[in-house]
């Protein structure tokens, strides 16, 4: 997950740069339902509003957080499916504020109402997150519901008015880039707190619908706009949290964009960016599925770790004698061909694995989602070179 609004403040407002904090554990993102009420085009999940037999039962889910909580692990993202749909969500959300977690919600919004928003409010959940994929037609048709976007619409509001940190994630693709101006006005309509844009990743859905992610020049118009909405937000001191995820590669070419927009910045930014390290999976992030299998982060649902009923988490998540394991957690990971070779490897850290595995079947192979010319990963000697050949 790139902090890109973190980052334009350092463009704005330098700080020193201290030693980095090591985090006492992996965020971990629970998917403690699968059934949902819409069936998106892109879910990793594969989601459907049917029961998924076999998932974990309230009680093993409280004994895997207090699992996680020995281990140090700080924060709790509940997800699904649909969170709002599991029985006891609220009783789990409280059990684990109790405990001291930080507690997000990852929601389709769709359910936050008038019957439940004092509930949800009363919880103290440190965030939420609504899925917003386009403004209302394109965010009907890719979550393949009408009326979902007027209803997620107003669950943010409602948390809005409940006084509940809420944000907008929207995960780009051919299908919806056309409305990505149009969702960051609404941030200032509604003076929304947190836009997460989210590259679309190769797991479920998102597979097998994988022809519609965004090309890389849209991709990268998309990302300008977002830096220069980021600086002005900023600079306003309005402190709107941009962050994106699926996608390291931002961060290099953010880097790019100071160098052209802030050239004086540019050493400082990468010396942050590199203090950060890129992506993060199997790493500073985990992910425990529905049935309680435990996988490097949420789109490697198709390869498992280890399952919490038989093993503890605490147990799987520093066993590296998986091969996938030892790689992610090694430094440099054992990249191959462009992320193997790429200048700036030390603040992306090889991207998004998945997406070279699904292509591939390597874990290694280069990322097919990065975005970067060859001229944009090459160290600086090399642009010069590249310069001069290309005259
Ligand atoms: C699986 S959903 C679960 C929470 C809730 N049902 C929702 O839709 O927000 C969590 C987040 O992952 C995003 N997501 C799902 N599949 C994805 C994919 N293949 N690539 C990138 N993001 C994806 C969704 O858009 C959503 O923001
Ligand atoms: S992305 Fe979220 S709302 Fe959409 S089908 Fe998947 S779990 Fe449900």
Not at 16 to 34: C, D, E, F, M, Y
Not at 338 to 354: E, F, L, P, W
Request: aromatic content about 10%.
């Amino acid at each position: 997950m790139f902090r890109l609004s973190q980052f334009m403040r350092e463009v704005l407002e330098p700080t020193p740069l201290t030693p980095a904090r090591k985090p006492s554990g992996p965020v971990v993102i629970w998917n403690l339902i699968r059934r949902c009420n819409l069936t998106c085009k892109h879910c990793y999940t594969t989601s459907a509003d049917i029961d998924f037999p076999g998932e974990l039962a309230t009680p093993e889910i409280y004994a895997v957080m207090d699992d996680l909580k020995a281990f140090k692990v700080p924060v709790l993202i509940l997800s699904g499916g649909e969170p709002l749909l599991h029985p006891d969500i609220f009783a789990i959300s409280r059990r684990a504020r109790d405990m001291g977690f930080y507690v997000a919600l990852s929601s389709n919004g769709t359910l936050i109402d008038q019957s439940n928003i004092a509930r949800i409010a009363a919880i103290g959940y440190q965030y939420i997150g609504v899925s917003l994929d386009g403004m209302r037609e394109a965010h009907d048709k890719f979550r393949r519901k009408q009326g979902s976007f007027d209803a997620s619409l107003a669950g943010i509001r409602l948390c809005r008015e409940y006084g509940i940190k809420a944000g907008i994630r929207f995960t780009l693709t051919q299908d919806n880039a056309h409305d990505f101006e149009a969702l960051l006005q609404l941030m200032d309509d509604e003076d929304i707190d947190k836009f997460y844009l989210s590259h679309l990743n190769y797991g479920g859905r998102g597979n097998k619908n994988r022809k519609d992610d965004a090309e890389f020049r849209l991709t990268r118009q998309v990302m300008e706009v977002l830096f220069e909405k980021s600086l002005s937000w900023e600079a306003q001191g309005l402190h709107r949290e941009v962050v994106t995820g699926n996608n390291d590669a931002d961060a290099v070419y953010f880097l790019h964009w100071v160098k052209r927009r802030f050239p004086a910045r540019t050493e400082h930014i990468q010396a942050k960016l590199q203090q950060w390290g890129g992506n993060a999976s199997g790493v500073n992030v985990a992910n425990i599925d529905n049935l309680g299998n435990v996988h490097p982060d949420t789109f490697w649902w198709h390869y498992g770790l280890g399952n919490v009923r038989k093993r503890l988490f605490s147990e799987i998540w520093p066993d590296v004698s998986d091969p996938l394991m030892a790689g992610l957690k090694a430094s440099p990971r054992p990249l191959q061909g462009r992320c193997g070779s790429c200048h700036y490897q030390t603040i992306c850290n090889g991207n998004t694995r998945v997406r070279a595995q699904q292509l591939t079947g390597d874990f290694w192979a280069e990322d097919p989602g990065c975005y970067l010319s060859d001229a944009e990963i090459a160290g600086p000697s090399n642009q010069l070179a590249r310069t001069v050949i290309n005259g």
